[in-house]
């Protein structure tokens, strides 16, 4: 036999007060609406024996507020999304977590199921194409706060690694431990995540008057094999190049692929440098070194944002957009040691 879902109107009718009261009491504000504690515990007594559960899509319709926060992401990093939701715990709220792809059309099928359902707030990755999107939600004074890149047209917060500093820091140290010709393989986004690595690369051989050597990837480039293609023809060309700085992790996992299969001798011959560590890098031989994003910062500086955004009555325009740039680790390992120091295996 099924179990009978009671509702505020079955309690209220069982024990003889008004559904207003019993509203008041389940929502915490007993005292506030002077309702007295006798009332106040038979109340909550008749609630635990019956085992009530909140309709939350009711209560959302009646107060505005579902105490869900919405996070859409390209991919989901499981260490960001434990700190998010543990914070978002304690203060009362769920989080959903949503990956996008970093696909337009993905992100704006997400954004109109969350939208119908009236989540109190968005963290975003965005997706190249959803400035319009972000630029509604924000108009409409829905919290949004973006995460890892921004669109330099909207007045929205957002928060993200210091790109081009940790990228100039580790080309410089290459530079200083002799490599002069270094190879910069990113992939072919406008994004302002990307072009601030490709930034800081620059200025460093700059600095150096260091010719640059960019290998851009098609970011919508499906095909493996294509994509191994176009890696292999490069590393082919083994005079012009003796380091590689890689944009993102998952091109120097590729790459490194195709390096230990095809041209051993450049793990070590060649200088190594990524963006994003991966505990892959630290356990390869070479080590590889890596510059390391402080997810545990990210997630409690996203919930402060998210949280006052949320919480605030008057939202001030003035603090309605901040770029928050957080300093990043840097790894030295022994893939970016001078040669002659280097260990040949």
């Given at each position: ?6 509702s ?9 007060v ?35 559960q909140?309709?939350?899509i ?9 105490r ?11 260490q ?10 304690n203060?009362?709220?769920r ?10 059309e ?17 963290i ?14 924000n108009?409409?004074?829905?919290p949004?706060?973006?995460?890892d890149?921004?669109f ?7 928060v993200?690694?210091?790109n081009?500093?940790a990228?100039?820091?580790?080309v410089?140290q ?6 002069s ?5 990113t992939?072919d ?46 590393l082919?060309?083994t ?15 590729s ?9 051993p001798?450049y ?14 890098f ?5 080590s ?8 545990n910062?990210?997630g ?10 949320i ?18 680790e ?16």
């Amino acid at each position: 036999m099924k179990k009978k879902r009671y509702s505020i109107t079955d309690i209220a009718k069982e024990l003889k007060v008004s559904i207003t009261t019993v509203s008041f009491i389940l929502n915490g504000k007993a005292k506030e609406k002077r309702i007295s504690e006798v009332v106040t515990k038979k109340v909550l007594e008749y609630v635990e024996k019956v085992g009530y559960q909140p309709n939350s899509i009711a209560r959302s319709l009646r107060t505005g507020k579902s105490r869900v926060l919405v996070v859409i992401v390209e991919d989901i990093y499981s260490q960001l999304a434990r700190v998010l939701e543990d914070i978002a715990y304690n203060k009362g709220y769920r989080v959903l977590f949503c990956s996008n792809d970093n696909d337009d059309e993905k992100s704006r099928t997400l954004l109109r199921l969350f939208n119908e359902r009236q989540v109190d707030g968005y963290i975003i990755v965005p997706s190249p194409g959803i400035e319009k999107e972000i630029r509604m939600l924000n108009e409409e004074g829905v919290p949004v706060v973006l995460f890892d890149r921004y669109f330099p047209s909207l007045e929205v917060s957002c928060v993200m690694a210091a790109n081009n500093k940790a990228t100039y820091t580790a080309v410089h140290q290459l530079i200083k431990n002799g490599y002069s010709k270094i190879l910069f393989v990113t992939i072919d986004s406008k994004q302002t995540q990307m072009m601030e690595r490709k930034n800081g690369y620059l200025k460093a051989l700059e600095e150096y008057g260091l010719d640059a050597n960019v290998l851009e990837i098609p970011y919508r480039l499906k095909d493996t094999i294509e994509k191994r293609k176009l890696l292999r023809q490069q590393l082919e060309k083994t005079d012009s190049f003796d380091a590689i700085f890689f944009a993102v992790n998952y091109l120097a996992v590729s790459t490194l692929r195709i390096i230990k299969e095809e041209f051993p001798s450049y793990l070590n011959s060649k200088g190594f440098f990524t963006f994003d560590d991966n505990i892959l890098f630290e356990l390869f031989s070479p080590s590889i070194s890596a510059i390391s994003q402080p997810l545990n910062e990210y997630g409690k500086l996203l919930m402060d944002i998210i949280l006052a955004k949320i919480e605030s009555s008057d939202q001030d325009k003035e603090d309605e957009f901040r770029l928050h740039l957080l300093n990043c680790e840097i790894k030295y390992r022994q893939s970016s040691l001078p040669i002659s120091e280097r260990t040949i295996v």
